[in-house]
């Protein structure tokens, strides 16, 4: 996909932000589209259908959490990459904003080379999509890797899509152990820096939505699927 194909979604209540953001992707050849809070990014991600959506945290209206949430409960938006973009480090942030949805974080202050490399590796994944498409069966669950859906004795489980890539990664093998390294590898990149307890907060998920008895947490290596 050419970068001039590549719709990114900013939305940030501060001007000089989307105009920092904004110019320095801009640049790159990407298409910007802006929001200045949640209520409006979520309209705009309905008409727009952007690839990726950069979103502050603190916003008047609606925060950047709910409106991630909101976007999650999409169909149409459930592929789209989601980071936010905040000042907030501390853990206990970033696990809600993973807990919303989002796939990772970009810190302020912003850094343009940082954020159009940052930008860059998170996009590499639309890349990685269109390769690897195969679907998979795994006892009485079907993982429909092109629309991102699975079903499971009929019935239909939506996933946000870094749970769902992670769960893919643990299906495509079953009672195969997976290190934690080679999951934030392939699920996140390893150019996307990540807080430690990422995997552990995705997995907590998966385990919430497909059952607590197929994901089996190997201590100090890793997690593997069994059915």
Same mark, same amino acid.
């Given at each position: ?30 298409? $910007? ?13 309905? *008409? ?78 639309? *890349? ?21 859906? $699975? ?5 239909? $489980?939506?996933?946000?899509? *870094? ?9 495509? *093998? ?24 990422? $995997? ?28």
């Amino acid at each position: 996909m050419k970068k001039k194909d590549i719709k990114i979604l900013l939305v940030d209540d501060e001007q000089d932000i989307l105009e920092i953001v904004g110019y320095n992707l801009a640049q790159e050849g990407y298409k $910007i589209v802006t929001a200045t809070n949640g209520k409006e990014a979520i309209a705009n991600a309905k *008409k727009e259908r952007p690839h990726l959506i950069i979103m502050d945290v603190m916003m008047p209206e609606m925060d950047g959490m709910e409106a991630c949430e909101n976007i999650r409960k999409i169909p149409e938006l459930n592929n789209v990459i989601i980071t936010f973009l905040t000042a907030r480090n501390e853990d206990y942030s970033q696990v809600a904003g993973f807990d919303a949805g989002a796939d990772d974080y970009i810190a302020k202050p912003i850094k343009p080379k940082l954020l159009v490399s940052k930008v860059k590796a998170l996009l590499r994944r639309l *890349k990685d999509d269109a390769v690897v498409n195969e679907n998979i069966t795994v006892g009485s669950i079907e993982i429909n890797r092109e629309e991102y859906k $699975i079903i499971r004795e009929g019935e239909e $489980i939506i996933l946000p899509r *870094k749970e769902f890539e992670l769960f893919y990664l643990l299906a495509s *093998k079953p009672s195969k152990v997976f290190k934690r390294e080679e999951i934030l590898d392939k699920v996140w990149g390893n150019e996307v820096i990540v807080g430690g307890r990422t $995997i552990d907060v995705h997995i907590r998920k998966l385990r919430e939505k497909i059952g607590e008895d197929f994901f089996k947490t190997i201590k100090g290596v890793g997690y593997k699927f069994e059915i």
